[in-house]
């Protein structure tokens, strides 16, 4: 019975060691719905995404925000998303987990271009769904 015991506490123990290692990502290799890219961003065509705290609360409250988190581009337009937040690091990483920016610094940018039609929602890495969007992406 003890060495039951000892199987189910070590089978619990892994199932949670792995619920707190974090999100992974589930890279898109063949890049078929997105890929991250450095080289787009400073394309005039981008739309461009800030990562910040929210302006509408007070500056006591933490809530980060993407402006906008409503997001739409055609297939192939880059969306630039830049770290508008002096106190943290952000990400907008697919909920698919199929790609993402890096962690960004203040001041620092990323973007993802999309090559496949779609409702893509997302979210930062570091904040989970509290910071969260969709982007759609259309012909």
């Known amino acids: ?71 739409s581009a055609r297939v192939g337009q880059a969306i630039v998303f830049t770290n508008v937040d002096p106190d943290e690091q952000h990400t907008a990483e697919l909920n698919s987990g199929a790609c993402g920016t890096d962690y960004l610094d203040f001041r620092k940018s990323d973007s993802l271009v999309f090559k496949v039609p779609g409702s893509y929602p997302f979210y930062c890495l570091v904040h989970g769904t509290t910071m969260a969007g969709t982007i759609t992406i259309v012909q």
């Open 1 to 71: 019975m003890r060495r039951l015991g000892r199987i189910v506490s070590i089978v619990f123990l892994t199932g949670a060691l792995c619920a707190c290692s974090g999100t992974t990502r589930q890279p898109d290799l063949a890049g078929t719905v997105c890929t991250e890219s450095k080289d787009r961003l400073g394309d005039p065509a981008a739309v461009a995404v800030d990562m910040e705290n929210n302006p509408a609360l007070p500056a006591f409250i933490a809530s980060r925000v993407y402006a906008p988190s409503e997001i």
